[in-house]
């Protein structure tokens, strides 16, 4: 799998809008984009996933550049229940679906 | 809730004891994995179960580690002869269609703290 690479922490102000990047230069043609998150002592949590269109769904947005080798996930209205680490993965191929967890971007919601 | 159920929550043992971890997947899920986070290491993958056999055991980081799933359904993560660095959270997750691009939404568990003193 692709390796991704993502700003260790970003700050947000409670109901503006959280925008998270990661980059993925070696990404393949068959292989997606996934964000989870992990809100601290819980197990992770699925947010979205695209191959290259973008897609919203009730969580967030996904913003995947046209070379593929970056994309962003937008938190439009972050709240402090936002916190969490949240991890940029890149799957596909004949990976099993096994998720290759990177370290993540702290994101800290504050009041 | 119909989530995925992992117990024990926590799990104290004594250096060179066995443990056993058990995972309750969603139902139907076909595929279950297990993972484990720790400080120095990050969240990392242990073991792919597809229905009652794991084609990949790759994460598995030494023989005292093994797991089964039995009846496409619970699986049990065992490992014997503890040692202080098998000290971690251990995670479940399991998803509906395993390995199929675009289709990979896995739900964890709220994980199995262990501890070996």
């Known amino acids: 799998d692709a390796k991704t690479t993502q700003p260790t922490s970003m700050d947000c102000a409670e109901g503006r809008a959280a925008n998270l990047p990661c980059n993925h230069s070696?990404?393949?043609?068959?292989?997606?984009v996934y964000w989870y998150r992990q809100i601290h002592s819980q197990g992770p949590q699925y947010i979205i996933h695209g191959l290259k269109n973008n897609e919203t769904n009730e969580m967030a947005s996904l913003i995947i550049t046209e070379d593929r080798k970056s994309s962003t996930l937008i938190l439009p209205h972050a709240t402090l229940r936002d916190t969490a680490v949240y991890y940029c993965i890149v799957s596909g191929g004949t990976s099993y679906g096994k998720l290759t967890f990177g370290q993540g971007t702290i994101l800290t919601v504050h009041p | 809730g119909a989530g995925v159920s992992q117990s024990p929550s926590n799990k104290v043992t004594e250096k060179g004891k066995d443990v056993e971890l058990r995972c309750d997947p969603i139902s139907g899920h076909t595929a279950l994995y297990w993972y484990r986070q720790s400080l120095g290491q990050g969240l990392e993958f242990l073991i792919y179960?597809?229905?009652?056999?794991?084609?990949?055991k790759s994460g598995l980081p030494s023989d005292r580690f093994s797991a089964e799933r039995t009846g496409g359904s619970v699986s049990t993560l065992t490992i014997q002869r503890t040692q202080q660095e098998d000290s971690a959270v251990y995670l479940c997750?399991?998803?509906?269609?395993?390995?199929?691009?675009?289709?990979?939404?896995?739900?964890f568990g709220p994980g199995t703290r262990l501890t070996v003193l």
């Open positions: 997750a399991s998803s509906f269609i395993p390995g199929l691009a675009g289709r990979n939404e896995q739900f």
């Open positions: 179960f597809q229905g009652n056999s794991a084609p990949d």
């Open positions: 070696t990404i393949s043609g068959n292989e997606y």
